[in-house]
């Protein structure tokens, strides 16, 4: 939680074409424990991923995995 964040709604929001959206977020403990999972290796989790392709070819893996073609595609830098 923070202080209340004074804004000019008009210039800042609506002049600019901005879409604002509020998101909810937990805290770090759930990445901690899903990180903590796939490291363990215990559940075989590596096998989910299908298609590993460079980070040039994001729109690529977003499209095999939009077509069900991939079931993960990781995208290496």
């Not at 709604?9 to 909810?24: C, K, P, Q, T």
């Not at 893996?61 to 993960?72: P, T, Y």
């Amino acid at each position: 939680p923070m202080e209340p964040l004074p804004i000019d709604l008009y210039e800042s929001i609506s002049r600019r074409g901005v879409r604002l959206a509020g998101v909810w977020v937990s805290d770090c403990s759930h990445v901690f424990q899903a990180v903590s999972l796939v490291l363990s290796g215990r559940y075989g989790l590596e096998k989910l991923v299908t298609h590993r392709l460079p980070l040039s070819q994001a729109n690529e893996a977003l499209e095999l995995v939009r077509s069900r073609q991939a079931m993960k595609a990781v995208l290496i830098p």
